[in-house]
């Protein structure tokens, strides 16, 4: 048998009905790269349309790609794809963590591990290298994932690496997660896991990665990617000014300065200038408790955390001893939404309570942030929040709730900021307490079950962009059209950074604009920050682009919180990256030589397949009006403070039109050949990706475009 490097070669395959565990071929799937499109191209196969998240016939599919495990910087991320609870369709998508679960799944021989049927009794799926075994959990089912990955540990060693769901999961609430580690989390398909009675997934790997190429040219590229690496998200300018740094911005994830401490790390450790030419001093880069959290944390830092082979360490790992006052362990970890989705169902902010002062905002935080880890319960990308406040601003819980589930919620500590109210709300959620709890089943259950009408839709402050329920996730407040656009092909939040990478970099526009001409086009690809002009050709090559390297990194698997590289912070390079590199590791990894056009390509054709796969389990071919729409916020004119209507693509708004957003959508339909008509994939456009199966199968069902 011929050598595979990059991948393990072998996908581990689990009936939990039947028991049956067998292995298949991971590289019949090469043409879909790896992780998601692997995935896609398994649940296009093997799950049939008309199947429900919570049916034992839906599968859940955790995969890696060819660059985890070797060493590729930020290439720790496990994609995890199945069908969606809260898609009203039960549309297919993906959730991803970081974390060590990825590549000690490929050192313990496996790239993905394929999980169907349901058990009839709790159960965990323990996998030592290629020893694999399905063990009762019965014992475990009832706990909060702290404790079920220390009962892992407990019979695979302090090195194993766990997955697993808490009681959301287990009660399958549509809003749950599945995590791994301290804090990281794959958000919506923790139910999924539930429904099947598997409660975690343990790996120990002893093996490691065959790499095709000279250890030299390795090593190479290796250092170059790190000489043009930034903070979290690609930020490549400092927040304050520096003597190497030729601008700053105040609102930078490169937080680091002289004076700022990782404050209670023993000693106290001070992040210093990190200039760019000191590869020792990246880690230190991104000190993100102060930006997630505020000033306050610096003292609570311990350090920063991440995932395997990442050196940017963007997880904020804290020692909160007034934690120890509720029963909760003082050390909490997370980043980004993790903090902030907890502190959003606090919609009137975490005022001055129980006796924590200034810090009361960190405290309850934090206590928030332990709970929704512990139960599991997914935030949805802060929605949950949103959704919470909405219902309460318009009377909604007064109107569906029994009269005495009402009175027995303590709404005076959430209206005057009092943290312990997430005690309650957490516990009420992830246990499907009355009727109150249904807030757990995602926003388009809501609006059906209660009767939300235009109006919650519409309502700008609710950040939902379709009415499937996605929340905004870097929209059209981010890049104009080119934000807007990637909002729309998701069946659940974008969770796309490709772009944001890239326009996030907080270099000056005019540098921003130079470099998008030289990989778009035309510098009107990008426009000014809140200075929008109308779409043009370029803004959707953008989004085509952002879109394809979005499923690329998510098939890689590399983090899309890094990747891609398109900037650096290097002066002498005239602060360009490089948006080859993924091809160039994933050439040096396989030996199966790839362009960077050529990968990009290979991305294509898994989107194109991702898109077919949506027609297939709406049944309805024409995307554009029942996928792809947007709410009515989004194009409104927003009005000045004399009540007049500020006209879009006039400085200060970011807001749209319908017929420049209707141009749009069919500018990007046209980057991959889809109809522009329905925005459907046509018989054409899918066997140029070499998915002509895939359209006889939508002509069977009429679900080509005519």
């Known amino acids: ?38 995935s896609m191209k398994i649940m296009w196969d093997e799950v049939d349309p008309g199947t429900k998240a919570y049916d034992a016939e839906n599968k859940i599919i955790f995969g890696t790609g060819p660059l985890c495990g070797t060493g590729v910087p930020c290439s720790g991320r496990t994609n995890i794809t199945s069908l969606l609870p809260t898609s009203p369709f039960n549309g297919v998508s993906s959730s991803h963590m970081g974390g060590y679960f990825a590549t000690e799944l490929k050192y313990a021989g496996w790239d993905m591990i394929v999980v169907e049927g349901k058990a009839a009794n709790p159960v965990w799926l ?109 930020m490549v300018v400092p927040t304050t000014p520096q003597p190497w740094a030729e601008f700053s911005d105040k609102s930078s994830r490169w937080t680091a300065r002289k004076g700022l401490f990782w404050g209670a790390a023993n000693p106290p450790v001070e992040t210093g200038e990190c200039n760019p ?184 402050n609710g950040k939902l962009w379709t009415r499937g329920g996605y929340p905004v996730h870097h929209s059209n407040e981010a890049g104009a059209q080119v934000g807007a656009l990637i909002s729309c092909f998701s069946n659940r939040d974008a969770q796309n950074h490709s772009h944001m990478n890239f326009i996030g970099s907080k270099l000056p526009i005019k540098i921003q604009k130079e470099i998008a001409g030289e990989i778009f086009g035309s510098p009107d690809a990008l426009d000014p920050p809140n200075d929008y002009k109308p779409m043009n050709t370029f803004k959707a090559r953008f989004a085509a682009w952002a879109l394809k390297r979005s499923i690329l990194h ?33 050439s040096l990894a396989t030996g199966i030589k790839m ?11 898994c989107f194109t397949l991702f898109r077919a796969i949506t027609v297939r389990q709406m049944g309805d071919a024409d995307l554009r009006a029942g996928h792809d729409h947007m709410n009515k916020w989004i194009t409104k004119a927003d009005k000045d403070k004399e009540g007049k209507e500020i006209p879009q693509f006039t400085p200060g708004t970011i807001q749209m039109t319908e017929e420049d957003m209707a141009l749009a959508q069919t500018m990007l339909y ?25 359209a006889e199968d939508l002509a069977r069902r009429k679900l080509l475009p005519s």
């Open 277 to 460: 030419k000191d590869m020792q001093s990246v880690g230190l880069r991104t000190q993100k408790a102060i930006f997630d959290l505020g000033p306050g944390a610096e003292k609570y830092t311990v350090r920063m955390g991440g995932c395997s082979h990442c050196p940017i360490r963007c997880h904020s790992q804290l020692k909160v001893p007034q934690l120890e006052k509720y029963g909760m362990d003082p050390y909490v970890a997370n980043t980004c939404v993790g903090w902030s989705g907890p502190r959003g169902v606090m919609f009137n902010g975490i005022k001055d309570f129980d006796g924590h002062g200034e810090d009361s905002n960190i405290v309850g935080n934090a206590i928030g942030t332990t709970l929704a880890d512990d139960y599991g319960v997914w935030c949805n990308y802060a929605q949950i929040g949103r959704d919470l406040k909405y219902c309460w601003d318009k009377g909604v819980f007064k109107r569906v709730l029994p009269a005495d589930e009402y009175a027995s919620i303590p709404w005076e500590k959430l209206v005057k900021g009092d943290a312990t109210f997430l005690i309650d709300f957490y516990d009420r959620v992830a246990f499907k307490k009355g009727e109150f709890s249904h807030i757990g089943d995602g926003s388009a259950a809501i609006a059906l079950r209660w009767g939300l009408g235009d109006d919650y839709w519409n309502d700008k």
């Open 126 to 234: 323990r996998i030592e290298d290629e020893k694999v075994t399905i063990e009762d959990a019965r014992w475990m089912w009832g706990k909060g994932i702290f404790d079920t990955q220390a009962m892992v540990a407990s019979f695979m060693g302090k090195e194993a690496q766990a997955a697993a769901i808490g009681q959301a999961g287990e009660n399958m609430v549509n809003l749950s997660v599945i995590r791994t580690g301290a804090s990281h989390s794959a958000g919506g398909h923790g139910g999924v896991m539930g429904s099947k009675k598997l409660k975690a997934i343990g790996v120990r790997g002893t093996g490691s990665v065959k790499i095709a190429g000279d250890r030299k040219d390795w090593m190479e590229l290796d250092k170059f990617m790190m000489s043009i690496i930034g903070a979290n998200n690609q």
């Open 554 to 586: 998510n098939s890689l698997t590399v983090c899309n919180w890094m990747w891609p590289m398109s900037v650096s912070h290097d002066k002498e390079r005239g602060y360009r990256g490089d948006t080859g590199l993924e091809a160039k590791f994933f």
């Open 1 to 38: 048998m011929a050598q595979i490097f990059g991948y393990s070669g072998k996908i581990l395959r689990v009936d939990l009905t039947t028991g049956k565990i067998s292995t298949d071929e991971t590289l019949k799937y090469k043409d879909f790269i790896g992780g998601e499109g692997m």
């Open 670 to 694: 046209r980057e991959f050949g889809w109809d522009e008509k329905t925005g459907a994939p046509t018989r054409a456009s899918l066997e140029m990706y070499g998915l002509a199966g895939v």
């Open 595 to 605: 362009t960077e056009k050529e990968l990009d390509e290979a991305a294509a054709r």
